[in-house]
């Protein structure tokens, strides 16, 4: 019989650190606005043991994945896969006290975390498209893939948890922000939370690379970001009471492909910047090139290859990726009952479409050939058949 787990831990910050996410986040900060946590979902079909964390961080090397699985002793096989919410407000994970305090109470929520049967398990699926959060920030690029998926996870009739997929930049506050924050995604899960008592309530961020709230927020507060949360609370669960059947599951299996990344390194002209685009974008194009002239002089340390991951459950496909991703790369799901979920399996930059040539900010820090683009599109419709 098939068994699951759900649990929780507060890895909020225990002394000072600095944050992730900002160029300009350089001091050490020690005051938690609202609480950091990784989440687990377990699942234990009686022959190996598959586990996906959500941690409220900008980002993870994957050696830190590597180091909670191989802290695991488990009487059967188990796999772990690790993402981020992306927030821009979490603690750097290089710091060495943060991450073992990281990977400390990480493995050891997940040794105790308590397990139930579940005599039949199922989910529900159900995804539109939403910009209400964020829109793409790239001046001429609008995007039509800014998806809101929830997938409902059932044991018969009763649901035990929900997971909201969204893709959009969790940078609503500024760089500036003296405090600690899950930013939208922490406060959706207390909402969710809150609304649904004894439901585990997961987030996942999916590919926003090119999506920010840009152009809906109304300010970089704190306030701002709580008004963006309610909103999307309020859509998630709108979204959440339409019909949708819940799908069986007979087993659940995991399966990860890597393929090798190749380079190119060309020179970006930004004497003539496009005409129309915003003073946001002239500023961060500039921030780019500082950027790419650092990137010109560490070239050798860029990865080898990628590593994608996906899980089947029944007719459900979550394709696990570690780069920051452009939304465009949705339109390779190949099923409708299937997500692209970035941050994973490491962290990776940015990756533009092939043939993406806008100057961007985005561009400057994107060193893969279009050969490589294609075959990570290959992998995501493959997987998600």
Not at 188 to 209: D, N, Y
């Amino acid at each position: 019989m098939m068994k699951a787990s759900f649990a929780q831990s507060d890895v909020s910050p225990k002394q000072p650190v600095k944050q992730a996410g900002f160029i300009q986040q350089t001091e050490k900060r020690f005051e938690v606005r609202d609480p950091l946590y990784v989440q687990m979902l377990g699942i234990d079909d009686g022959e190996k043991i598959i586990i996906l964390l959500s941690a409220d961080s900008v980002g993870m090397n994957r050696s830190i994945q590597d180091e909670i699985q191989g802290s695991l002793h488990f009487e059967k096989p188990a796999e772990v896969i690790l993402s981020c919410t992306h927030t821009h407000f979490a603690p750097d994970s290089k710091d060495p006290v943060y991450r073992a305090q990281f990977v400390e109470q990480t493995v050891d929520m997940i040794c105790h975390a308590q397990w139930q049967e579940i005599s039949i398990p199922g989910f529900t699926f159900r995804s539109e498209f939403y910009d209400g959060l964020g829109r793409s920030r790239i001046s001429g690029f609008p995007s039509d893939k800014i998806l809101l998926t929830t997938i409902g996870l059932y044991d018969g009739e009763q649901q035990l948890a929900e997971i909201v997929v969204h893709n959009c930049h969790p940078t609503v506050m500024d760089g500036y922000t003296p405090f600690f924050s899950a930013e939208y995604p922490g406060q959706l899960k207390r909402m969710l939370s809150e609304a649904h008592p004894g439901r585990s309530c997961m987030f996942l961020q999916s590919c926003a690379g090119d999506i920010s709230t840009r152009f809906t927020r109304s300010s970089q507060s704190y306030e701002a970001m709580c008004e963006l949360a309610e909103k999307l609370y309020h859509e998630a669960e709108r979204l959440d009471q339409t019909a949708a059947e819940i799908q069986p599951v007979s087993e659940v299996t995991m399966f990860s492909e890597t393929i090798p990344v190749k380079h190119v390194f060309e020179p970006i002209d930004i004497s003539v910047l496009p005409e129309g685009i915003t003073d946001r974008e002239i500023e961060t194009i500039r921030i780019g090139s500082q950027v790419r002239a650092d990137l010109a002089k560490r070239l050798d340390t860029l990865p080898a290859e990628v590593t994608l991951s996906c899980i089947k459950a029944g007719a459900l496909r979550m394709v696990f990726c570690p780069n920051e991703l452009f939304s465009s790369y949705l339109n390779d799901l190949a099923s409708d009952t299937s997500v692209l979920v970035c941050y994973s399996n490491g962290y990776g930059g940015y990756v533009t479409p092939p043939g993406f040539s806008a100057i961007t900010y985005e561009r400057f820090t994107d060193t893969w050939s279009d050969e490589t683009k294609r075959s990570i599109e290959r992998v995501i419709r493959k997987m998600s058949e």
